[in-house]
């Protein structure tokens, strides 16, 4: 399976985003997905998950009524919608495959990672 990111960049404070991850192989459908990030010297962190049906979402605090994630099996493609973006977003995002049929915000739950991509937020 490969995971490519896509659609980081510099947006201002209060601005949006949205990120793409395309994902190869046919399975997409029938497992859970996430986004992560790591900011400069911190732990990569959980940020947004979904289930395999799309019904089931999960959120860190920090971005819950600011972030929205969503995918589109036919295209399989995950997305992150980030709007009121905070300097604090600023980080690498990764996108990565979680489990089989349920859905996890572990890092340890997800064995597949894309390679990244940056966003930076200016105040």
């Known amino acids: 399976i490969q995971l490519v990111e896509s659609g980081g960049g510099l947006a201002q404070a209060g601005g949006s985003l949205r990120l793409s991850c395309a994902a190869s192989g046919r399975t997409f459908s029938r497992y859970s997905m996430g986004w992560f990030r790591q900011a400069p010297g911190k732990e990569r962190e959980f940020v947004a998950a979904i289930s395999w049906s799309g019904i089931t979402t999960r959120y860190l605090d920090s971005v819950k009524g600011r972030f929205t994630i969503s995918r589109d099996t036919a295209e399989n493609t995950l997305y992150l919608q980030m709007s009121s973006l905070e300097p604090e977003d600023t980080a690498v995002y990764y996108c990565?495959?979680?489990?089989?049929?349920?859905?996890?915000?572990?890092?340890?739950?997800?064995?597949?990672w894309g390679e990244g991509t940056q966003v930076t937020v200016s105040s």
């Open positions: 990565a495959r979680g489990p089989f049929y349920s859905i996890a915000t572990a890092i340890s739950d997800f064995a597949y």
